[in-house]
């Protein structure tokens, strides 16, 4: 996790040249004010729109039915809740922002899939691979039961919303991820990320 001063740091203290330099599509782990305030105005003015369209940068989808996967960076989870703020009518503050980038030192997927039976998801996992590496996730949840589908009653009837996290060390961030969703029987979904495309 970021160390409290270091963030107060990032917020507050940006040197003149980060306004100078043009924006670049990558997952900074270590936001500068710039960014923030592009992240929290992003939330902002779009809190009208359905949250798939929201998340959509950030979002690898599959066929209809076959599951999606989006990747929380810093940025993205900063515009998340900014956006939660507005649609509540509550102010955005720099306790929130903080944080928000608490999630920074990982790679944070929130990932939905489908199935028939209402326990169907309890016993998926996941893995992230990376250029010739196998990173196992720090942390894993699966809710108990899953929800009706919007197909319901008709297959697949239930989905389940999963959480992933991946450590960053030794990733590069501009680099191509892949994240694949393991079903119990072993068949994996795989998810493909470019993260030098992503904020």
Known sequence: MFKKIFLLTCVF????WLFILKPVHAIFLE??????EEAVEYGKKNKNIEIAAFSRPWTICKDKGQGTATLFTPFHNIAYKAR???IEHREFTQDD???AVEIGDTLTFS???YGDEYDFCTHYTAKLYYKDDVIQPEFEFAPPLADASEFWPDSPSHSARLVFKFPTKGVDLGALITLAIVAPGGEENLYDFDLAKMK
Do not use: D, F
């Open 13 to 16: 203290c940006v040197t003149p």
């Open 31 to 36: 936001l500068t004010t710039g960014q923030i």
């Open 84 to 86: 939660k703020s507005a």
């Open 97 to 99: 922002i903080m944080h």
């Open 111 to 113: 990932v939905t899939v």
